[in-house]
């Protein structure tokens, strides 16, 4: 079933939001811890300050000199740049053999276009949990309904969705029902003909109910238009 499907598309991909997030962070501070271990170490001026703002994501550029060559680098920080001041002098750490790779005091330097996906794969990651959770109860409780019942022809009457409630069905005999998931309305739209020549769905022939079929428990209820997807899981609404 789709939500089945779903579910399991939802954890794997959420795991690999975090271990896409936990294995750039380790990366980038890996990097700086190596060049403050190993790498050279030279006096640098801080000329260009650039605070945390909305619009920057907070920044230096530094400049230090390597072997008689003089180079000026940017250094992100984010919210450590309030720390600095414009002419401060730094400690830079380089590499060997690339000294325009390269970070300042404690900081990792954080190129700043990588915040924005790792702070999406954290929240993607984090979320992802709860949300198959939900879809694999979903999917368990729309087998159940299944397996209580036997299809039954129904006419339902499906208005447009309410505004933060979903999608409510109304059965012939008077029943109520309410879902979250989406439901295949009939074309309302003026008629067209289509690209090949065929007359597009008139809205006049569109009858006021539309047959489908449903199992139904008590409780819960699952529609379909042709007992196949998409199964709509819906809850009785109280009166």
Known sequence: ???????RITAVAGTLCLVGFFVAAALIGNNGDALRQSGGRTEGRVVVLNQDSGVNSGGVDVR????????TRPVDLGADADNYTKGQLVTVHYERGHPENM??????????????????????????????IVLGLRYRRTRNVLR????????????????????LFTVADGSVWRSRMRWPTPNREPRQLAGWGLPDEDPAT??????????SDGRFAVFSPDRGAPLVLARRRDR
């Open 1 to 7: 079933m789709a939500a089945r499907r779903s579910a």
């Open 64 to 71: 230090y000199s390597v072997d008689g060559t003089t180079f």
């Open 103 to 132: 970070t300042i005091d404690n900081e990792d330097n954080q190129p700043a276009w990588t915040v924005l996906p790792m702070i999406v794969a954290l929240l993607a990651g984090l979320g992802a949990p709860p949300t198959a």
């Open 148 to 167: 209580s019942r036997g299809w039954s022809p129904v006419r339902v009457s499906v208005p447009s969705a309410e505004k933060g409630r979903g999608t």
């Open 206 to 215: 569109v009858p006021g109910d539309q047959a489908a079929w449903c199992v």
